[in-house]
């Protein structure tokens, strides 16, 4: 586990002497961007907004810096902090005139590495425990919805994205606001598409989890998650292999803990193969889908993993989600069949739309933004409204482990 800090400046000396400084610090991550700061690209304002802490070597008198430094705080992530590096004899006027641009302290420079050493460390101290703070005590804990597939190719990452996209519950007038606090998850660490079907960069969290072997807390959660502009919170799948086995189920029980402590709903789009490390998950759910279709072969893999699910789970309420399928005014006899070979009722049938699922996937974006009026966007809507009601936000659903 890391923080990250990114050092901006165009001089090779300062970047080299401060680079030196912060190799005293443990477990942080030192990136560095050679250019001044109001030499900054797009990319690398967008890149800092990233990180933990941005310290940068400026001189307030050019103000082609200050106006930089503007744009350069104002794409700051909530808990991002910004450290300005400049002249130790700065007058006090030009000190406020970098507070004012989004500078949240001023480093002298030079300063000793102990003295910059003892700065740095006091911000990363105040970020953690702030963050800390701000889920320590959560008035209640979210409810998590396991996602599992019965047979491969049949949707399950389709209606885990689109029923987290869902949960959000957005309100208002144009439907932007959301009125709960939602992420996905995707826990299939060697074929997960969360993060292709968002269109979302290459993200590592997970492998980093795996090969670090450490416990995940709110800080490495936070700098984990990508947060999208509807509010969604994704937690994405690594783009490189990761072995079935890479993950502890400690780690797995840790982090959907820290996940409940931060969000309403958890969706979590399960692994294909039933490895150990599942366990903790099918614990905490509140919830598992298992996204089917009619098929004989996969009605039958549906019972086979209902069955392995209650022989350890047995107080573990199941719903099956019938995809790509038109709920039919009336059951017919193979649907009948298969509603009494698992002994459930169907209430929950997706219809097969690939024009409006296609379209999201390559927009990159849910279904409810591409094709808000589809049946497909229709029938994933009225499962998270379901979900919703069965499992609102603000009460708790005791289970017997």
């Known amino acids: ?43 690398a304002v967008e890149m800092a907004a990233n990180h933990d802490i941005v310290i940068f070597a400026t001189d307030p008198s ?41 500078v949240d302290d001023v480093l002298p420079y030079p300063a000793a590495n102990d003295e910059l050493l003892e700065q740095v460390n006091s911000w990363l101290a105040k970020k953690r425990a702030a963050l800390e703070e701000k889920y320590a005590n959560a008035a209640s804990l979210g409810k998590v919805i396991a996602v599992q597939q019965a047979r491969g190719g049949i949707g399950s990452t389709t209606v885990a994205v689109n029923l987290a996209d869902q949960l959000l519950d957005r309100k208002g007038t144009f439907k932007k606001e959301a009125a709960n606090k939602v ?67 400690n780690q797995v029980q840790v982090l959907v803990a820290t996940l409940k402590s931060m969000f309403d709903y958890i969706v979590i789009d399960m692994p294909r193969a039933l490895v150990g490390w599942i366990e903790p998950v099918l614990e905490d759910a509140d919830k598992l889908l298992i996204v089917t279709d009619m098929t004989v072969p996969a009605v039958r893999a549906s019972r086979r993993l209902m069955e392995f699910v209650l022989a350890d789970n047995a107080q573990l309420p199941i719903e099956i989600i019938v995809n790509h399928e038109k709920k039919p005014m009336m059951l017919r006899e193979h649907h009948r069949e298969a509603a009494k070979a698992l002994d459930v009722k169907f209430n929950h049938w997706i219809a097969h739309d690939e024009k409006a699922a296609r379209e999201a996937v390559d927009f990159g974006k849910p279904v409810s933004e591409v094709a808000g009026r589809s049946d497909l966007s229709k029938g994933i809507a009225g499962l998270a409204k379901a979900i919703m009601t069965e499992l609102p936000k603000d009460k708790a659903v005791a289970r017997v482990q």
């Open 1 to 43: 586990m890391s923080n990250s800090i990114l050092l901006i400046s165009a001089d090779k000396d300062i970047s080299d002497s401060v680079g030196k400084a912060l190799d005293g610090l443990e477990d942080v991550r030192i990136d560095r961007e050679d250019a001044s700061v109001s030499k900054l690209n797009g990319t």
């Open 62 to 102: 050019n103000a082609a810096d200050l106006t930089a430094i503007e744009h350069l705080t104002e794409q700051r992530k909530e808990d991002t902090v910004y450290l300005a590096l400049t002249d130790g004899d700065l007058p006090l006027s030009k000190a406020r005139a970098l507070t004012r641009a989004g």
């Open 183 to 249: 992420v996905v998850v995707d826990l299939d660490l060697q074929f997960g598409t969360v993060g292709d079907f968002l269109d979302l960069d290459e993200q590592e969290g997970l492998l980093q989890l795996a090969v670090e072997n450490f416990l995940p807390d709110v800080h490495w959660v936070e700098q984990s998650l990508v947060r999208l502009p509807s509010g969604l919170a994704v937690l994405a799948a690594p783009q490189k292999f990761a072995p079935l086995d890479a993950l502890e189920a």
